[in-house]
């Protein structure tokens, strides 16, 4: 009961629980030490859980024939030999199961339209048996010296009768061989649920039973628990004979409390400081705990808004529950200091958890190394190794030291989740699968962007791919991340893109480098990629094409980003309605190095006055096709979408969005070739491309949100420009499609 703690409004932990076989362990256990533990606890299960004996019982004379049992099952003939008495209990036992079970119980449940006259008689008929085999039970308890079965016998009575609403020998048999029975067994308490169910009316009573049977049963817990009627536990200690009655008492008004159980803690403690269910409880307290400190932050509520089931403002809440949480830590620090206190790794974990949930992370990092050290089972290493984790703080400066610890946590907590299950989730179709462990790398990888190392955040994505694609972290305008590369692309700059590429190529790693660049290695050349993608949009050609030369031209055709199917056009070409339609022009087609070097090279030619009016405009044409408007959009993008906001409102903006979504490079070069040419016409063509960017720049502009107005019509500048100056151009430019091929030869 000691699993790690996880923020969560449901569950105690994180972890696969078994729990639901634990109370069959428990009966297990008590038969495998009865029969001196020479059968093994498998082949107990199989007799008592596993084996239907349906098909072997005449359901007229309730006979069992044990021939197959003995013949195909290899568990019957070992119990029988080792210890006769016994198996003939279990056979008993399966008569029982066989006739207390009705297959159309369940049926009843889901369907209203049963037949309802059949039920009624197939009852009447189990009713019947039932009442045979209370006379063959009553019977073998007279019979039998043996103490154990005794129990066992006395408890097949007690269920049978229950169910034949024979209250009054379910009462006489309980009172006679359980109330007050030296035998130490579970059953003692499963025989106790039936009898305060069914024959208990005071309601103190009967609570008193259930918290008995919850301390005492782990099966019979939950059922305990929908019954429980929340007595004032100081009306049930009256009632109570001892101090484990009391401690059970405690309990059970603990695990009934959603809100602030201190008092039970502490009632408990000083019964008992060693209570088993004390940690259990105390795991409890602090999930609540995270709940109530952490709730507002992580969704970032307001704590100005007013709480009508209180009467006081959020914030006041918050301030409350960090008192109350010093309070608990004052509790466990008391607990923690007895001398007789045995389970000391689990107190010290829970006080460094404690102490890292109220931000006094020096004092958590002490408590947890002080856990280390007190021989913590697996659940508690784990939990000591993630809140340790959580509680390294991050500077400006040099977290080296800090790193390694890191790092070695996450190994040993990587190197458990390789022996234990991991979750997996349907998602897009698909089955994603991920750790506990997964979940805390993306912590921490945050803890790092929040310092401002985005690099680092990325690479520690790297390795939990598939738990991105499961959280859909909203951060642009595709609604989430799903792979370390794409939040780089969204979040890094080229500083960063430099770092993991010489990361990559250093020599002499830390073990906290090593494991960063394990899985981006493999990612070389599509880094390289994004480096000089990122060179690009901040006008540094020339580096970018060192970058982008640097990699093996058979990459852009590898698919690895869809290049052949989104770069397919040809990029110098441009018209007046041109966009991502495929046109007549697209007979050549480039890669991405192919045109940056295109680009350079009319750059330079332009530059030195080669005919450079039409090379402006080429470049113009080329700028604008790499706009969000444009066919050769992956030039500078890895994602294009119509929604996409040019405002910026919903993800994190890029240097280049002048560029990108305005087309402001395009208009220069239109500009430039403008300016230089000698042909009025070609001049005024240039002013009309212009006008076609400034055009598509206004459709991407946010929402017209004024309803009660007729949003204004939008007139370009350049259109103003084009009528005042080129008169004589201004109708064919704007009216006629062909004028664009007419004018392109005049330069």
């Keep these: 009961h000691n699993k790690p703690f996880y923020y969560t409004l449901n569950f105690l932990n994180g972890d696969n629980n078994p729990l639901n076989s634990a109370g069959i362990d428990e009966n297990l256990d008590e038969w495998y030490t009865y029969l001196n533990k020479v059968v093994s606890k498998k082949d107990i299960n199989e007799m008592l859980y596993g084996y239907w004996a349906g098909g072997a019982i005449d359901e007229k004379t309730g006979v069992f024939n044990s021939k197959d049992l003995m013949d195909y099952y290899s568990f019957g003939p070992k119990i029988m030999k080792t210890n006769n008495e016994a198996f003939h209990y279990m056979i008993f036992a399966k008569r029982c199961e066989f006739f207390l079970r009705n297959d159309m119980v369940d049926q009843y449940q889901w369907n209203m339209d049963i037949d309802q006259v059949k039920y009624d008689k197939d009852e009447a008929a189990k009713k019947i048996m039932r009442t045979k085999l209370i006379k063959e039970a009553q019977v073998e308890l007279t019979k039998t010296s043996d103490a154990f079965l005794k129990t066992r016998y006395a408890y097949q009575v007690i269920v049978l009768s229950r169910y034949n609403e024979d209250l009054k020998t379910c009462q006489s048999t309980y009172v006679k061989y359980i109330e007050n029975n030296t035998q130490q067994s579970v059953i003692n308490y499963w025989a106790m649920l039936h ?94 705990i995270e709940h109530w400190l952490y709730t507002n932050r992580l969704t970032n509520a307001a704590l100005d808004t007013y709480d009508d089931n209180t009467g006081t403002y959020i914030k006041q809440n918050l301030e409350d529950d960090k008192k109350y949480t010093n309070e608990v830590i004052s ?209 540094k050609y020339t580096d970018a094409a060192k970058t982008l030369n640097q990699i093996p031209a058979e990459y852009w055709h590898t698919g690895v980003i869809e290049y052949d199917t989104y770069l397919d056009a040809n990029p110098m070409h441009a018209d007046f309605y041109s966009g991502h339609s495929t046109t007549a022009a697209d007979t050549i087609r480039f890669t991405k190095v192919e045109l940056l070097n295109k680009i350079i090279e009319l750059q330079n030619n332009a530059a030195s006055g080669k005919n450079a009016a039409m090379n402006y405009f080429t470049l113009g044409n080329i700028f604008y096709n790499m706009t969000h408007h444009g066919n050769s959009w992956m030039m500078m993008r890895y994602g294009w979408s119509v929604n996409e906001d040019s405002e910026g409102k919903n993800y994190s903006r890029r240097s280049d969005e002048g560029n990108y979504y305005d087309a402001e490079k395009a208009i220069y070069y239109y500009k430039k070739a403008a300016e230089i040419s000698k042909d009025k016409n070609f001049a005024a063509l240039c002013i009309r491309m212009q006008m076609k960017c400034d055009e598509f720049k206004e459709t991407l502009k946010g929402k017209y949100e004024d309803y009660d107005k007729v949003k204004p019509e939008f007139v370009s500048k350049y259109k103003k420009d084009l009528i005042k100056n080129y008169p004589e151009n201004y109708d064919e430019l704007l009216n006629d499609c062909g004028s664009f091929y007419r004018y392109t030869e005049r330069k």
Excluded at 235 to 244: D, N, T, V
Aim: with cysteine; net charge neutral.
């Design 331 to 539: 509790l466990a620090e008391k607990i923690n200091d007895e001398a007789k206190v045995k389970d000391k790794a689990y107190w010290n974990l829970a006080l460094g958890h404690l102490y890292f949930l109220v931000k006094e992370n020096k004092k958590a990092l002490n408590k947890l190394e002080t856990a280390l050290i007190q021989n913590p089972n697996p659940d508690q290493l784990r939990q000591i190794k993630t809140t340790r984790i959580l509680c390294f703080d991050l500077d400006q400066k040099n977290n080296t030291g800090v790193e390694e610890k890191i790092y070695q946590d996450l190994v040993d907590l990587l190197n458990m989740d390789a022996k234990s299950k991991k979750y997996v989730e349907e998602n897009d179709g698909f089955e994603r699968k991920y750790s506990s462990t997964d979940q805390l790398i993306a912590v921490v990888a945050y803890k790092f962007e929040e310092n401002k190392e985005i690099a680092k955040s990325a690479l520690l994505l790297s390795h939990c791919t598939e738990l991105l694609r499961m959280q859909k972290k909203f951060i642009s305008f595709w609604m989430h991340y799903d792979d370390y590369f794409f939040y780089l692309d969204e979040m890094a700059g080229p500083q960063e893109l430099k770092y993991i590429l010489e990361l990559i190529e250093k020599p002499n790693k830390t073990n906290f480098e090593s494991y960063l660049i394990s899985k981006a290695v493999f990612d070389k050349y599509k880094l390289m990629d994004l480096y000089g993608t990122m060179q690009m949009r901040e006008e």
């Design 195 to 288: 009898y305060a169910e069914k024959c208990l009316v005071n309601v103190q009573k009967k609570d008193l039973a259930y918290a008995r049977i919850f301390k005492n049963s782990i099966a019979k817990r939950y059922r305990t628990y929908l019954l429980y009627n929340r007595t004032n536990p100081t009306e049930l200690i009256s009632l109570s004979k001892g101090p484990k009655d009391q401690a059970a008492i405690w309990t059970q008004a603990a695990v009934h409390n959603p809100g602030r159980s201190l008092t039970s803690l502490n009632a408990l403690y000083v019964l008992d400081p060693n209570d088993k269910d004390l940690a259990f409880l105390f795991s409890r307290e602090i999930n609540k």
